[in-house]
């Protein structure tokens, strides 16, 4: 079973670098312009409840039942959602956060670790469904801190998590073998794709969403 663990498209949040979390920022008109139809077509794409996942799945399965995935949400940054790296260069709570490595719980949200349980928790009985369904396609359309989350859990090779965060609009196709999923919980990565018009560059990386 092939496996789509796919990044919403731009947003104004993503140009500027900043936070976005679990705030509910929209696609910005130049990310819906550079979206295209996905060149597969699955019945059912499961997706964070925020707006720029389920806009970029209007976009790139048209056709699919989208099914919302409340654990699927973004990471939250508590007070630093909205902000950037240079508005927050000289405050001592951010300096701190970063200064473990964007470990520890940001002030008022969670920590990677809760953050990364929360989002396991959700995608592995995804992954259990489809295997038992005999399901050819599982395609997941959620955010850059989901894929990190889940690519360094399961994906093959073994990467750390900030390796992980793929393009707006784009991501990972995993296989997923079934003795190997049950016996040690792993998926083999075969493949990155990214649905937007050729002539656009995406920003990669670096923007927290």
Known sequence: MKIYLLRHGQTSYNVEKRYQGTLDIPLSAEGKAQLVRADISPKTVYVSPLIRARSTADILFPEAEQVVVDDLREM???????????????????????????????????????FSGRTCNAFAPLVDQALQRGEEMLVILAHGGSQMAIMERYALPHHDYYHWCGPNAGGYVLEADAAAWHRDHTLALVGEVQYVRKEDEQQKGGDKA
């Open 76 to 114: 939250c940054f508590g007070i630093f959602q909205g902000r950037n790296y240079i508005e927050m260069e000289h405050d001592p709570e951010y300096i701190a956060w970063v200064g473990e490595n964007c470990e520890g719980c940001c002030p008022g949200g969670e920590r990677k670790a809760e």
